[in-house]
């Protein structure tokens, strides 16, 4: 039972437009969400994070859009830009739970210049 | 500060070998986690440890053993090693009190 999916596995944006990148899950007891960015022979960098208290949290071109009654978020990238090619995980943590984390499968993100 | 460290970082076993992959962590956290991945797997919890001294079973527990050495440091033993554990693992630390985990750069493994 995947708690956390993502279904999309690839997208492929143009540079400079905007990648979104959508996430949802089914465990209603989540109240933290996070995503991280992974590049190929190196391990997972945190990205950014939204409490389940906001709809949105921003950090520079990187935005996390949260939709509770749907348990859906996204990660909206503007503009998107060739560094940002990189496997992009979700997860989900639920407060009480020693920060265990619960992963995604990913999306590979390309980004053509 | 070296953040999350892991070693070795590749390595190939043969069937029934056993070895021990090492991970520690200098940002003086608490809790500590031992994920692998798999191709269209994502990250999967096989060991945590919320806390010095206390450790517990993730997802993915099976054929493997943990040791939580002292609060920097963080050990996963494969004892008899199988093909189906060909993955890579990744070592992870958090504060404790935030659900932000910082990861290692991982251990490539290989069984034959």
């Known amino acids: 039972d995947q708690q956390v999916k993502q279904n999309s596995p690839s997208l492929s944006v143009q540079e400079g437009r905007i990648s979104i990148l959508n996430c949802d899950y089914t465990?209603?007891?989540?109240?933290?969400f996070l995503w991280y960015k992974k590049y190929p022979a190196e391990g997972p960098t945190f990205l950014i994070s939204?409490?389940?208290?906001?709809d949105k949290n921003e950090d520079g071109r990187f935005t996390v859009f949260l939709n509770k009654s749907a348990k859906h978020l996204s990660l909206h990238i503007v503009p998107s830009q060739p560094g940002d090619s990189a496997v992009y995980f979700c997860?989900?943590?639920?407060?009480?739970?020693?920060?265990?984390?619960?992963f995604g499968k990913g999306i590979t993100l390309s980004v053509r210049p | 500060n070296a953040g999350v460290t892991q070693t070795p970082k590749f390595q190939v076993l043969k069937t029934g070998q056993s070895m021990t992959l090492q991970c520690a962590q200098d940002?003086?956290?608490?809790?500590m986690y031992w994920y692998r991945q798999d191709p269209g797997m994502g990250l999967r919890l096989i060991y945590y440890?919320?806390?010095?001294?206390?450790?517990d079973k993730g997802e993915v527990p099976n054929g493997y053993n943990v040791s939580r050495l002292n609060k920097r440091e963080f050990s996963l033993r494969l004892e008899s090693a199988a093909p189906s554990q060909t993955s890579v693992y990744f070592c992870?630390?958090?504060?404790?009190?935030?659900?932000?985990?910082?990861f290692g750069p991982g251990t490539r493994l290989t069984v034959l």
């Open positions: 992870a630390s958090s504060p404790g009190r935030t659900d932000t985990q910082y």
């Open positions: 465990n209603s007891m989540f109240d933290y």
């Open positions: 939204i409490s389940s208290i906001k």
């Open positions: 997860a989900a943590s639920r407060t009480g739970a020693n920060s265990k984390l619960t």
């Open positions: 940002m003086n956290h608490n809790s």
């Open positions: 440890s919320a806390s010095e001294g206390t450790t």
